[in-house]
């Protein structure tokens, strides 16, 4: 329908995807949308998180301007999060800006970064250290996409999902644990479910906070630990999602401490995660090393006051100064 008012409005739809998704999808969604299909108006890129890339990005805005895209036309936005993050940002930045519609098919794109606009590529310095902030105009989430998801980053993109239980509270991680051999097997209604509370959750405090200056920061939960360890052993080695989940169980041992969090929530957690398939321990990098990396993002120092933990389930606390000492007591928690 809306692909449709656009056309009314004289808008084409570029849509911008990736080689895997295009083969699994891109035909069938092409059709709904009604849009053009063939090679003037779909770029399938490389898999990969090294398509979120500056190459990438010019590839991106050559092939719009090679095909005439005018400021009334559309980027859409078919895949993951890589695919999401670069087409966000091409959309922000082609002739100052072209509308934007997300097509999310990863769990994790899903449930959290095709919401709130944030648009992003990397450097060769470090992940998403070049982007902005760019609302979609739509968001088009379709679960049964997540069918054709390999096992493997279906699993790891739920480590997501048990961070939003956690954020949301009793209700929600009460629906996971209740259904989780459900969501093992991708069952459509329960994923409907999850991924619609998981957004409504996120829209909720990105409308509330939208250029991360307060609220935003909840939904770093287990980020502090997780971005470490993505850098201590490589992006490559360990998938986003699953840096994630051991993240979120550092987290909640570091609540206890500081914020007086029930020792039955590491339990749940981690019991939670280990039904998911989610690896709940690790060949811990040097401590030294983690420290390193955690505090580049400032989040822990001798004074810092960026990490996030959890007073309750569905009470998150933003601004912690968790010292040094203190996040490397907690690591042990996720030590193999
Ligand atoms: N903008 C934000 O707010 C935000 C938030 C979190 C993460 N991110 C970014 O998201 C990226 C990770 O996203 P991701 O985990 O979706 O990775 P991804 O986009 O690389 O997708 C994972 C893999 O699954 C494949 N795939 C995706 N959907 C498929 C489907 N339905 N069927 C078959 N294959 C499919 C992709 O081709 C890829 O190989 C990172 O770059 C991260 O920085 C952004």
């Not at 979120?52 to 895949?79: H, P, T, Y």
């Not at 069918?147 to 009793?170: D, I, N, Q, R």
């Not at 060949?283 to 006051?305: F, N, Q, W, Y």
């Not at 959890?310 to 907690?330: C, E, I, K």
Request: aromatic share 6%.
């Amino acid at each position: 329908m809306y692909a449709l008012q656009a056309a009314a409005a004289g808008s084409r739809l570029f849509v911008i995807t990736d080689e895997n998704v295009e083969r699994a999808w891109g035909e069938r969604i092409l059709d709904l949308l009604g849009a053009a299909s063939g090679g003037d108006y779909v770029l399938a890129l490389t898999p990969g998180e090294g398509t979120k890339s500056l190459s990438k990005l010019e590839v991106c805005w050559n092939w719009l301007a090679f095909r005439g895209a005018r400021r009334e036309d559309v980027v859409v936005a078919l895949g993951g999060g890589v695919v999401g993050d670069l087409a966000g940002f091409v959309a922000a930045t082609y002739l100052r800006g072209l509308s934007l519609w997300q097509i999310p098919t990863s769990v994790l794109a899903q449930v959290d970064s095709s919401i709130g606009g944030k648009t992003a590529v990397n450097l060769e310095a470090g992940k998403n250290l070049v982007g902005s902030f760019y609302q979609p105009d739509f968001v088009v989430i379709e679960p049964g996409t997540l069918a054709t998801l390999p096992e493997e980053e279906y699993v790891s993109g739920l480590g997501e999902v048990v961070k939003y239980c956690l954020l949301h509270g009793e209700d929600l991680l009460d629906v996971l644990e209740k259904n989780i051999d459900a969501v093992r097997v991708r069952d459509r209604q329960i994923m409907d479910d999850l991924v619609r509370r998981c957004v409504n959750y996120k829209a909720d405090v990105v409308e509330e906070d939208e250029f991360d200056q307060g609220r935003r920061a909840v939904l770093n939960l287990g980020h502090t630990a997780a971005h470490a360890l993505e850098r201590t052993v490589g992006y490559g080695a360990i998938s986003h999602g699953s840096a994630v989940a051991l993240g979120l169980l550092v987290a909640v041992a570091l609540s206890e401490e500081y914020l007086g969090l029930e020792a039955e929530v590491l339990t749940r957690t981690r019991r939670i995660l280990e039904r998911l398939g989610i690896p709940t321990t690790i060949d811990l990098p040097p401590v030294e090393s983690m420290l390193a990396a955690a505090t580049r993002d400032k989040k822990i120092s001798a004074g810092g006051t960026g990490f996030v933990g959890l007073a309750s389930l569905g009470a998150p606390v933003w601004g912690l100064n968790v010292t040094p000492a203190r996040f490397a007591a907690a690591l042990e928690v996720i030590r193999a």
